[in-house]
């Protein structure tokens, strides 16, 4: 391993910038896909987008002085909820403070001048790109990325690119209807896949069954809405908990509910899954496979990857953000 | 109008061929989509697909026949349930007797000898490709075509091309998953979408609730399974049938559900609807719009056209098979 080639060369690298509900984590990205330098921030609460801007920028140039060599940014990518690809902005996130439409690149274009070449695009399509350019997906030119998190977001590749659509908004699969008149989303809506699939939704799935069957015997039942992670259903299954089983089971027959819809759009080679969730490993994927097949068409059963991302879970998001910038 | 001067100069036409499950349509298409011809053949219940081909050919030289005129045939295209539009195969179709996965193009290559430029698609990716060269989208890149009939098909165009996806079956999006564990589907499955919107799926509708309000004084109440149609159902309607309504604003709310799925997944400009159901207007388009609205994130809330395909009905299906030829 040269690696330390890399920090006494001078060398071009590019800026991958995840913007999450709760932080915005930023790295600097070789042209390998290797994360030279990272940090997080905290991703305003209150809505000052200016503030932020000027912390991102205050950031970035930490991280260069860090690296203690001589090095070239070439561009920023970005990824963040709710991001257009086309114009650059951030257009009513239901998961950030910033409300309406955030000029969010060309905010930071006068930040970081005279850098310019810096785009922006849904955190999970970053994520896609991510799994494109340095993961699973190499070789493929039609696969879809879900992401399970405190949201679930996508990234749809047709013909070898992002999907983008008509307004910049394409692969938004984790607000497609799951269930009539079901649970409240996040965005307002009722019964979308993300109130049910994503880590959030699994919590509300091991509350709804605690209730259900008064399960005071459940390694469960002493959390509450707020004391509850994704984490602690997991361990409660890995010994065997029942509530905590039917909670993967549950998710994963909901979650091939929705890879069907999207494979019967899309006609995928394969579905990448990213996020807590998948760490759990069969527990959710078996069902989820199982359910995928029971919603197919015959033509589609049977055929469909579903796979694990290959991407670092702690550096997917700003790998695949600054693929953007070399792209 | 100068008709006769296509009667009467030697040109260059296509054939376009819509597989239905009762009837084949064939048309000889000039290049400005006009059909110059056009005749029906049974479409076999009973799986002899040599015979099939055979009448094809047959239809085909009678058409060109009776023209009158010195035609060339440059090509064939072929819309048909299931078609595979990378291999020319019609692969396991739910509504037909042909089992299995059939070379059609190759099987009719043969029969037309020397003509090879023959190639097929999805009946509804088709319809999609005559809105796109012929009809309202000519000038849109990303749209989607609904096709409501005996089932419910679709045809999905990004970036100005039909998607196939991995395996040619992109747009199958009659068969999401309306209602989990729903009504049976044709396709096996409960809960598509095809068993809710089509025009079979609102006879289930119209039964279902003239059993629920035992509506004995409703204009629907004299029909069964079997003698009821969609027309009957839009007649009775337009006189104010309260069932007949509830049916049409039923179906419009889970044809809007589902609109809404395939927005999150493409972000089209706009969504056209063709088929019989369309012809009841805003008795099924309003709830349809509402609906949508109501399951999008709000970024997209009233931002989709859903508009009324401008392909002749009867010729749409013919029209759109022969635009695979010209592409």
Known sequence: MLTTVKQTQMEQIAIGIDIGGTNTAIGLVDSQGTVLQKTSIA?????????FITSIGHAIRGLKSATGTEIEIIGIG?????????????????NLSFKGVVPFVDLLKKEMAPI???SMTNDANAAALGEKVYGGA???????????????GSGIVVNGDLLYGYDGFAGECGHTTLIPGGRLCG????????AYC???GMKRTALELLARYHAT????????????EARNIFEAAQKGDKIALEVFELTGRWLGQGLADTVHHLSPQAIFLFGGPVAAGDFIIKPTIQSLNEHLLPVFRGKIQVLPSQLHPGDAAIVGASALVWK
């Open 116 to 118: 310019q070449n810096i």
């Open 43 to 51: 991703t305003p609460t209150h809505g000052n987008i200016y503030q």
């Open 138 to 152: 190499r070789q493929m030119n039609h696969f879809v990325m879900y992401t399970l998190g405190t949201g679930v």
């Open 217 to 228: 015997d459940s390694l469960l039942a002493g959390y509450s809405l707020l004391t509850l």
């Open 78 to 94: 970005i990824g963040a909820p709710n991001a257009n690809y086309y114009t650059g902005t951030i257009e009513e996130a239901p």
């Open 187 to 194: 965005c307002g809506a009722l019964g979308h896949l993300e």
């Open 198 to 200: 994503s880590a959030t």
